[in-house]
């Protein structure tokens, strides 16, 4: 991942601030961890201590092997954390990710935040690393989030039968989406009309 992307990279927006996930952000993320309502659709109930210390622990495991990238969603006007995000599937040979597990607390849902999550992640991929393509996928269920994939411009590609088992063993099939490098300048145009015009609500 060193030759392709710098792990201690942050993305700065008008409204939010990526920041490279760090140990300390544990306390603030695990507290604002305890709606349900996140982890509807998740493999994993985040709600669970013992649970959310599994994933956030491995975060930094995976960074540093080099297949994940995570990061902490910091709110500059609120001046706090309010969920996190990170690059899943990290292949530099075939300048492909993954942009998964993006999280935000409710009070932040249908707002400006995920738009401009999304145009910091994908500018810096296809212009700074000049990616060829990147993966979303989320549960097939989960209808919110996928109408929310493809008005970012992610194209479908179809659902994946038993793509992954959740922590009480039911198994999850998950819808795939797309964006590649042909269509980026098109798709980020759109992307910033949508931007603008939830900014400006």
Not at 15 to 35: R, W
Not at 190 to 201: C, G, S
Request: glycine share 4%; aromatic share 10%; with cysteine.
């Amino acid at each position: 991942m060193a030759n392709w992307i710098d792990p201690s990279i942050g993305l700065s927006g008008e409204i939010v601030e990526l920041i490279p996930l760090d140990k300390k952000h544990f306390t603030e993320l695990e507290a604002l961890s305890k709606d349900k309502r996140i982890w509807e659709f998740y493999t994993f109930d985040g709600t669970d201590f013992t649970a959310f210390s599994k994933v956030f622990n491995a975060a930094f495991i995976e960074r540093d092997k080099g297949t994940q990238l995570p990061f902490a969603i910091f709110h500059k006007q609120l001046n706090k954390l309010i969920g996190s995000t990170r690059f899943l599937d990290i292949q530099p040979q075939h300048k492909k990710l993954e942009i998964v597990s993006t999280w935000l607390h409710p009070d932040h849902w249908a707002t400006v935040v995920n738009l401009e999550c999304k145009l910091l992640l994908l500018t810096y991929c296809f212009e700074t690393l000049g990616a060829v393509r990147i993966q979303l996928k989320t549960d097939e269920n989960n209808m919110r989030s996928r109408k929310a994939i493809e008005k970012i411009g992610g194209q479908f590609e179809g659902i994946l039968r038993n793509d992954m088992i959740r922590d009480n063993q039911t198994r999850r099939n998950s819808a795939y989406f797309s964006i590649i490098q042909e269509e980026w300048n098109e798709k980020k145009k759109r992307l910033i009309e949508l931007y603008l015009a939830k900014k400006n609500v």
